[in-house]
């Protein structure tokens, strides 16, 4: 992979390469040069460049490539998918998906380039401006700096990317150190495609070389997905500029008594284990009204343990490893801690390496961190609870908040129900985790700042400029 938008360190005392490694063999799968806070001139210098030409593409031009970009990406889907086996440990079906995930925020961001250039403004509709006429157009924003995580190393890459070169932006991509060969291969492809390769800067490094980047005064947007404590640092360090932050979650999904416990079980499994638990919006605490809670607990731990962990390359898996084994000792701790608390291990609670099993967990005391924080593991909290109001006080008892959702065969309960939970969004009969990549995507209270989706980043990324002329 030759990665041609990367620029790299060339200080004599830079960082190393970044070795990267399979998280569920442990074996170096590549590596890629790292940059310093020393290289961040000659990386801006680059995104200057790139904006001058991104800036200067039309909009049928922005939309070849990245339409292209998206036919290229079918192409060498299971490429793709391969990559992100090996080097985020995603389950090959699951990884099948985020590919065709990825090809569709391409094909929307190539839709959004000609389709969401600006409106007609009436002025002659108002007093004193009858013999004007004028229109708005949507602009680039300027230098993007977009800073991804590892759970979907691919599609989110995309869902930065795609609106970003849209939008005629350049843009400055720093990538998870635990996946950068899949943002790589993403970059590669638009490269492909068509796109100039400056308009994509690609680095790699530690902490100081991401806040040198988020200060940088010709940074008009920092676009960052990842944890609350450095999504905190970024708004401290960024100065005047645009900031989309989309920041972890903690869904709560209430089920109710009248609702299909089978479909409610079914849905909650997979979205609580999806990926390895690692996903903002999968299913961490199900609330289950009193009535139907022995039913649903049995159903869903009898799923749960139906499910086959290990080796992600494996057809048959369906809960591949977690990241690190650091992460995967976390999950076992938070558990272990809550377990001495009070709470009871239903299933699970086992860990071999990197991979930690399903584990599903009951009677979790509400001051838990298992209970209060974002869990991010293959972890689902088991709760009861009586009345309606009493589930949508404890669903809202968390800062942050992304999506909820709730099962019931009331359509007036559901509405009610969806309108007093604080959240981003609200699913109903259906996993918290549902997302399609065209819709409105982030969180509520100290979940987000701003929104994702395409049609919504782009806008993020743009801004209008109006054109009035006095006839």
Same mark, same amino acid.
């Given at each position: 992979?030759?990665?041609?938008?990367?620029?790299?360190?060339?200080?004599?005392?830079?960082?190393?390469?970044?070795?990267?490694?399979?998280?569920?063999?442990?074996?170096?799968?590549?590596?890629?040069?790292?940059?310093?806070?020393?290289?961040?001139?000659?990386?801006?210098?680059?995104?200057?460049?790139?904006? !001058?030409?991104?800036?200067?593409?039309?909009?049928?031009?922005?939309?070849?490539?990245?339409?292209?970009?998206?036919?290229?990406?079918?192409?060498?889907?299971?490429?793709?998918?391969?990559?992100?086996?090996?080097?985020?440990?995603?389950?090959?079906?699951?990884? &099948?998906?985020?590919?065709?995930?990825?090809?569709?925020?391409?094909?929307?961001?190539?839709?959004?380039?000609?389709?969401?250039?600006?409106?007609?403004?009436?002025?002659?509709?108002?007093?004193?401006?009858?013999?004007?006429?004028?229109?708005? *157009?949507?602009?680039?924003?300027?230098?993007?700096?977009?800073?991804?995580?590892?759970?979907?190393?691919?599609?989110?890459?995309?869902?930065?990317?795609?609106?970003?070169?849209?939008?005629?932006?350049?843009?400055?991509?720093?990538?998870?150190?635990?996946?950068?060969?899949?943002?790589?291969?993403?970059?590669?492809?638009?490269?492909?495609?068509?796109?100039?390769?400056?308009?994509?800067?690609?680095?790699?490094?530690? &902490?100081?070389?991401?806040?040198?980047?988020?200060?940088?005064?010709?940074?008009?947007?920092?676009?960052?997905?990842?944890?609350?404590?450095?999504?905190?640092?970024?708004?401290?360090?960024?100065?005047?500029?645009?900031?989309?932050?989309?920041?972890?979650?903690?869904?709560?999904?209430?089920?109710?008594?009248?609702?299909?416990?089978?479909?409610?079980?079914?849905?909650?499994?997979?979205?609580?284990?999806?990926?390895?638990?690692?996903?903002?919006?999968?299913?961490?605490?199900?609330?289950?009204?009193?009535?139907?809670?022995?039913?649903?607990?049995?159903?869903?731990?009898?799923? *749960?343990?139906?499910?086959?962990?290990?080796?992600?390359?494996?057809?048959? *898996?369906?809960?591949?490893?977690?990241?690190?084994?650091?992460?995967?000792? !976390?999950?076992?701790?938070?558990?272990?801690?809550?377990?001495?608390?009070?709470?009871?291990?239903?299933?699970?609670?086992? !860990?071999?390496?990197?991979?930690?099993?399903?584990?599903?967990?009951?009677?979790?005391?509400?001051?838990?961190?298992?209970?209060?924080?974002?869990?991010?593991?293959?972890?689902?909290?088991?709760?009861?609870?009586?009345?309606?109001?009493?589930?949508?006080?404890?669903?809202?008892?968390?800062?942050?908040?992304?999506?909820?959702?709730?099962?019931?065969?009331?359509?007036?309960?559901?509405?009610?129900?969806?309108?007093?939970?604080?959240?981003?969004?609200?699913?109903?009969?259906?996993?918290?985790?549902?997302?399609?990549?065209?819709?409105?995507?982030?969180?509520?209270?100290?979940?987000?700042?701003?929104?994702?989706?395409? &049609?919504?980043?782009?806008?993020?990324?743009?801004?209008?400029?109006?054109?009035?002329?006095?006839?």
């Amino acid at each position: 992979m030759s990665a041609p938008a990367v620029v790299g360190s060339h200080a004599v005392d830079g960082p190393p390469p970044l070795i990267v490694t399979d998280p569920y063999h442990g074996t170096t799968i590549g590596s890629v040069p790292q940059n310093g806070p020393g290289d961040v001139d000659a990386v801006m210098e680059r995104a200057r460049m790139g904006l !001058r030409i991104s800036r200067s593409l039309s909009r049928f031009s922005r939309h070849q490539i990245l339409d292209r970009a998206a036919a290229l990406l079918a192409e060498r889907a299971e490429e793709a998918a391969g990559l992100i086996v090996r080097e985020a440990g995603k389950t090959i079906r699951q990884a &099948r998906k985020e590919v065709r995930r990825a090809r569709m925020t391409l094909s929307l961001s190539a839709d959004a380039a000609r389709s969401d250039a600006g409106e007609v403004i009436p002025f002659d509709a108002f007093e004193g401006s009858e013999n004007r006429r004028g229109w708005y *157009t949507r602009e680039p924003l300027g230098i993007i700096l977009a800073i991804t995580p590892y759970n979907d190393a691919l599609n989110l890459v995309a869902h930065k990317l795609g609106p970003a070169i849209a939008g005629g932006n350049a843009v400055v991509l720093k990538p998870s150190q635990l996946t950068p060969l899949t943002a790589r291969f993403l970059v590669d492809l638009l490269i492909d495609a068509g796109l100039p390769d400056e308009i994509v800067t690609v680095v790699h490094g530690d &902490r100081r070389l991401a806040q040198t980047l988020v200060a940088a005064r010709e940074v008009r947007m920092v676009s960052f997905t990842g944890g609350f404590a450095t999504g905190e640092a970024i708004a401290r360090n960024a100065g005047l500029k645009k900031l989309a932050m989309e920041l972890g979650g903690n869904a709560p999904v209430i089920v109710f008594a009248d609702a299909d416990i089978d479909a409610a079980v079914e849905s909650c499994v997979s979205g609580a284990f999806w990926a390895a638990g690692q996903n903002c919006v999968g299913a961490q605490r199900v609330l289950v009204q009193r009535e139907a809670y022995a039913a649903f607990r049995e159903r869903f731990v009898a799923q *749960t343990v139906a499910l086959r962990a290990g080796d992600p390359a494996d057809e048959a *898996t369906d809960v591949g490893p977690m990241i690190t084994v650091a992460a995967a000792q !976390r999950a076992e701790r938070v558990v272990a801690d809550a377990v001495s608390a009070g709470a009871r291990v239903l299933v699970g609670h086992r !860990r071999e390496g990197s991979v930690y099993w399903p584990t599903v967990v009951e009677e979790v005391p509400l001051s838990c961190e298992l209970w209060t924080d974002e869990v991010f593991a293959p972890v689902v909290v088991l709760s009861v609870f009586d009345t309606e109001e009493q589930a949508i006080l404890q669903s809202n008892e968390i800062e942050f908040a992304l999506h909820a959702a709730t099962f019931t065969a009331d359509i007036t309960r559901a509405l009610r129900v969806s309108g007093q939970l604080e959240a981003g969004g609200v699913m109903i009969n259906d996993s918290s985790d549902y997302r399609v990549d065209s819709m409105p995507f982030g969180g509520a209270k100290y979940g987000s700042m701003g929104r994702e989706g395409v &049609r919504f980043a782009y806008e993020e990324m743009t801004q209008p400029k109006v054109i009035c002329i006095n006839a």
